[in-house]
């Protein structure tokens, strides 16, 4: 075989490669040419018949059409197979915008959960947690607490009593069991039952006489604070209480003054600032010595504070709820946008 | 308590604005809750006089006027005309503020012409509706004088939220002495006339504890009518509705000094002399509201020689009451205990302004003072003379001496006040004190009968001080925090249940007294041992809940009403039963009263889809297995092993549906589809389920760490089985016999396939397993496989008289 003829049998073999338009036509073609019976193979087998100087020379030729054909091959294939890749996978895609599949999640209710929050932050502060029963004895609820005996608060305006064997009622239908009006029962369960230092916070839920409405339910919630020791400060309590405040809603202003509760002396309320006007926010104060002795601590030895934060008005103000009463209706188009 | 600020004014002036006043009073201890301004915040407003008028040439309806504040003339551009020289007429000049804030000044128009202020109608003054044009005044209105000033419109009313404590809160006189104290702003105390003359009609006191004082004072030649104008604005000012000049003038002084007064017509009084005594049993009196009340032994009146002729502290009675007709008044100014009054307007529900002020207690010494302001206010408006009157004062109480530690102030406070300072504070509110430098001997005034121990002066020293002074400080509790472990665990399991696709309620824990019915409980169901209340708030809130279903049954309907059909709720709450032996309440107390059982449970309420359709799946409905699924995710967050599973026949629910749970040889609860019986009584969609279960005993223990097995890094082998056995054979059986074959290297057992058909016979079923081996001391083969499917076989054979499907 002539150079040209080998020459010619490679520019062939190139353009052949080159207008493949198929994987399939690209394999045929380079079967032509390079196959076990290829053009270029019968060339190779032919070499062995000439004489040594030819076929070292024809030879090396042959090899380097051989390397051409083969380097020209493998670009050809990589574009056609890159082109093939690109028409099945472009068959293949799904609509990425579709609806994520997302596991059923539910709900966490927003007063457990700003109340579980409030606790975080008692905790966070060293404080352990107590509880106490929601029926409870007027001596826990009002008693215990400095209340006097015909205290407003005792009162069936007020206060829901409960009938049970054994609990006698008076004329006007009072007992000594009641649903208890605050959690503040569970400072004296707690000092009766351990020597100070005490510091613990109480959840629970509480009850007044009142109608359900926007600001109201008969059946809500309450997280008192005890602390009991021997240098408790009132600039300890608002210390504490600024503290919680700033953790649930950041930088409000806060305003501290007198208030009056019959368990505490000198007792507060505390208020912070939002939309343009004060908003009570909780009640506190120093221990009144009267309580501390009913629960056999002495006021000369011991001193602190209690307070006592309504977890619902805090909920409506971090999650913008004007009504109370959704809390209480289980609708789950307001308790599903409360993620668990 | 209402308080008009031209009122306040005449006892003391502290120069601020009402705003600022309100702030001072506020974080003195008398909450102001709100200020109320007739006029919106106008101010700077005078009565001018106009001068002249003239239309300005090509405008519209522009004049230029010319008025005179007295002292000066101002050019103002007005669009009005509805005046002319010799008007009167209100001129905000420049430097004024009308209502809305909307500050007033000179103003260019575009003509070049200059308006020094304005012309204002009533609108614009926050008076009235008028807008039709400049508000012409009485031609007799002082010129140059403020306008609202003028008209007593600039009278801003302060609204006190009084604590119980700080009765004197409920007078014009206490609030200003307590700007007083607050300010150090002169006190202008009116003093009280003793009664002399004619003592007039006797008084015998009976109950001393109740009544412990009596100052009566007789007027006559009275006219009685209406009020001067003044004085009903005043009233109305401050709440309360005019009636006649008697009846005016004892509330004018009851809201000026505190202490509450009747006024009876002296001729309809049975003489000769007043008792002021308990009630007797079957006594009534027809009360000024012309109720005939029956009265109580409790009740303490004020008796004629006919019988009653007041409530004590509460309410007058009709037949002497004063009357057009009146001639002759005799005025009560007495001082009931806060203790008597409260029990009878109580018990009679009849809050009145004056019970309201006995509540918070009124010390006898301003009965004087007030019987003084009443009289003069009579002969001021309604003529007539002083006769005489009487004081009865059998036992006047000892003012209490109190011991003031001045360090233990700053020791409870957390302020450094000195004892100078501390001193000063309280004298301030008028207390008289002696003693050591460092302990004083503190008599508060009569006016603040509130101030009894030492912690109450400590309140007084940071009020007046400031609460505002005291730092803020957070004490190390020297302890670590945490909740306890039942209170832990709880939140695991409400947080697991809501991360499983289940919603929390909170409902409330009142029901009817029906609530269980439609359960079909058995007649010795525990859950039909429901406590009342006293007092419920309606019918339908009569007992507590036994258990949290029906609440929780009644939010599904109420979101199935609203259009939201699919439903998963669950709810941690408690239940009240009576206590027992097992279940006790929590101790009651020295009162040794016994508390109800409050048995913490979890309740499930689910239906419709658990999972809604999507588009490329459909939905599902909820079964019994995702409230099951719902207590195996509550054990794995808490690290326990899930109860024990049986078939229940146990209402409400479906006889052939529910599971019930074991734990420890005790019934947790059940949990399953709805009796379809319980699912029409209540309204609710069919296959609607529910569950209930003690989480107590779950949660006791707080959260279990998890312990983990080490994963043998050897390869185990996987293999099938199918077990056959009759249908009535529970999965949990057959598993159980699975897992006992397979032996401890069993690693996985997942069943796959459950298949009743011909293949396995009439009345078989086939459940088939995928199990894994591993063993990490060695490589396992297919003789292990072999092995253990013999032992498989024999234990199904042996526990559930099943064979293995070859």
């Given amino acids: 075989m002539s150079a040209v003829d080998l020459e010619a049998l490679q520019a062939d073999g190139l353009r052949a490669y080159a207008e493949a338009q198929t994987l399939d036509a690209l394999d045929a073609a380079k079967n032509f040419y390079v196959g076990r019976r290829g053009a270029l193979t019968s060339v190779q087998r032919s070499l062995g018949s000439l004489p040594e100087n030819e076929r070292r020379d024809l030879g090396a030729r042959v090899n380097a059409a051989r390397a051409a054909l083969a380097q020209a091959e493998s670009q050809r294939r990589h574009v056609l197979e890159e082109e093939r890749d690109r028409v099945v996978l472009a068959a293949e895609a799904v609509d990425v915008t579709l609806p994520p599949r997302v596991p059923k999640l539910g709900s966490l209710h927003p007063v457990q959960e700003t109340m579980e929050a409030m606790v975080d932050v008692f905790v966070g502060l060293g404080y352990r947690v107590a509880t106490g029963p929601e029926v409870e004895s007027d001596w826990f609820n009002f008693e215990a607490l400095n209340y006097q005996p015909d205290h407003p608060a005792r009162s069936l305006m007020d206060t829901i009593y409960v009938r049970a064997p054994g609990a006698e009622a008076d004329q006007q239908g009072v007992t000594d069991l009641l649903l208890r009006t605050h959690t503040s029962p569970v400072q004296a369960r707690t000092m009766l039952a351990q020597p100070p230092p005490v510091y613990i916070v109480a959840p629970g839920r509480v009850y007044r006489a009142d109608i359900a409405d926007a600001t109201h339910l008969p059946a809500f919630h309450q997280i008192e604070g005890l602390a009991i020791d021997t240098d408790l400060t009132m600039a300890d309590l608002r210390g504490t209480l600024v503290e919680l405040v700033h953790a649930l809603l950041g930088d409000v202003p806060m305003r501290f003054r007198p208030h009056h509760f019959p368990f505490t002396e000198p007792s507060a309320e505390l208020d912070i600032w939002l939309d343009g006007r004060w908003v009570e926010l909780l009640g506190c104060g120093m221990v009144h010595p009267n309580v501390l002795r009913a629960c056999g601590y002495d006021p000369e030895e011991v001193q602190g504070f209690a307070f006592g934060i309504g977890p619902e008005r805090l909920a409506m103000r971090r999650h913008g709820i004007s009504d109370m009463r959704l809390f209480v209706e289980s609708d789950l188009r307001f308790l599903s946008a409360f993620p668990a | ?806």
């Fill in chain 2, 1 to 806: 308590m209402r308080v008009p600020l031209s009122w306040l004014r005449e006892f003391v002036d502290p120069g601020l604005e009402p705003g600022a006043l309100a702030d001072l009073l506020t974080v003195g201890g008398l909450a102001v809750e709100s200020v109320d301004c007739p006029t919106g915040g106008t101010r700077g407003v005078v009565v001018a006089e106009v001068i002249d008028v003239a239309r300005i040439e090509g405008t519209d309806k522009l004049h230029l006027v010319h008025v005179s504040d007295g002292t000066a003339e101002h050019e103002i551009v007005c669009g009005a005309s509805n005046y002319g020289p010799g008007d009167r007429v209100p001129a905000a000049l420049p430097g004024a503020v009308l209502q809305g804030n909307v500050q007033i000044g000179r103003k260019k128009f575009r003509s070049g012409l200059v308006s020094n202020g304005m012309l204002a109608s009533p609108r614009e003054l926050g008076v009235g509706d008028d807008h039709a044009g400049i508000w012409v005044l009485d031609p007799d209105a002082p010129v140059g004088d403020d306008l609202t000033q003028w008209l007593g419109l600039d009278d801003v009313v302060l609204e006190l939220e009084v604590t119980p404590d700080r009765g004197y809160g409920l007078s014009m006189l206490g609030v200003a002495r307590d700007v007083a104290a607050l300010t150090g702003a002169e006190l202008r105390v009116p003093h009280p006339v003793a009664p002399t003359g004619d003592p007039g009609v006797p008084v015998t006191i009976e109950d001393a504890d109740r009544c412990r004082r009596f100052d009566g004072r007789t007027i006559r030649g009275v006219r009685v009518g209406p009020s001067p104008a003044w004085l009903q604005r005043r009233l109305a000012a401050a709440g309360m509705r005019p009636l006649s000049n008697i009846v005016d003038a004892t509330n004018h002084a009851m809201l000026e000094i505190g202490n509450p007064i009747h006024a009876y017509d002296l001729a309809l009084l049975a003489g000769p002399s007043i008792v002021v005594r308990v009630a007797r049993l079957g006594e009534t009196l027809r009360t000024l509201d012309g109720v005939d009340r029956a009265l109580d032994p409790d009740d303490l009146l004020i008796c004629d020689a006919d019988g009653p002729i007041a409530l004590a502290g509460v309410m007058g009675g009709e037949h002497t009451e004063i009357n057009d007709h009146t001639d002759a008044v005799f005025l009560e100014v007495a001082n009931f205990s806060s203790r008597t009054v409260l029990r009878t307007a109580r018990r009679h529900q009849l809050l009145t302004e004056g019970s309201k002020r006995w509540e918070k207690t009124v010390p006898p010494e301003s009965a004087p003072l007030a019987a003084t302001r009443c009289v003069e206010l009579i002969l001021a408006t309604a003529g007539g003379r002083l006769v005489g009157g009487r004081d009865t004062y059998p036992n006047p109480p000892e003012r209490p001496v109190i011991r003031l530690r001045m360090g233990r102030t700053r020791s409870t406070l957390g302020v450094d006040v000195g004892d100078d300072r501390q001193r000063e504070l309280l004298e301030r509110i008028d207390c008289e004190v002696t003693g050591e430098p460092s302990e004083l001997r503190v008599v508060p005034p009569a006016w603040r009968p509130d101030l009894q121990i030492e912690v109450d002066l400590y309140e007084e020293i940071a009020r007046l001080h400031g609460y505002d002074r005291i730092p803020e400080t957070v004490p190390s509790s020297g302890q670590v925090g945490g909740r306890d472990p039942g209170g832990e665990a709880t939140r695991a399991v409400r947080r697991s249940l809501a991360a499983a696709g289940w919603s929390e309620a909170l409902t409330l824990p009142f029901a009817p007294e029906d609530d269980v019915e439609a359960l079909l409980l058995p007649q010795d169901d525990p859950r039909r041992s429901q406590i009342s209340l006293v007092n419920p708030l309606s019918k339908e809130e009569s007992v507590l809940r036994t258990t949290l279903l029906p609440g929780l049954l009644r939010a599904v309907r109420r979101n199935v009403n609203r259009q939201v059909p699919d439903v998963s709720l669950f709810e941690v709450g408690r239940a009240f039963l009576p206590p027992t032996d097992e279940e006790p309440g929590a101790p009651g107390g020295p009162g040794g009263v016994a508390l109800p059982a409050e048995p913490l449970l979890l309740a499930f309420a689910a239906c419709g889809n658990f999972e809604p359709p999507r588009h490329d799946r459909p939905g599902r409905m909820a079964d019994v297995y995702d409230l099951l699924g719902g207590v195996t995710v509550i054990c794995r967050a808490l690290g326990i092993v899930p109860p024990g599973v049986t078939a229940a026949n146990d209402p409400p629910y479906h006889p052939g549906r529910a599971a019930r749970l074991h734990r420890d040889g005790q019934i947790l609860g059940v949990v399953g589809e709805l009796h379809p019986r319980v699912v029409a009584t209540l309204g609710l969609p069919e296959r609607t389920l529910a569950g209930e279960l003690r989480l107590g005993p779950l949660v006791a223990g707080g959260r279990r760490a998890a312990t983990a097995a080490q994963p043998s890094p050897l390869p185990g082998v996987r293999f099938d089985v199918a077990v056959i056995v009759e249908t009535t054979v529970p999965a949990a059986d057959v598993e159980r016999a699975v897992r006992a074959g397979a032996g401890e290297n069993l690693s996985a057992c997942r069943l796959f396939d459950v298949f009743s058909g011909s293949q396995v016979g009439e009345g078989n079923k086939s459940l088939a397993y995928a199990l894994a081996l591993d063993d990490p001391a060695r490589q396992l083969n297919d003789a292990d496989v072999t092995a253990a499917i013999e032992r498989i076989e024999q234990a199904v054979v042996e526990q559930v008289s099943g064979r293995l499907r070859r």
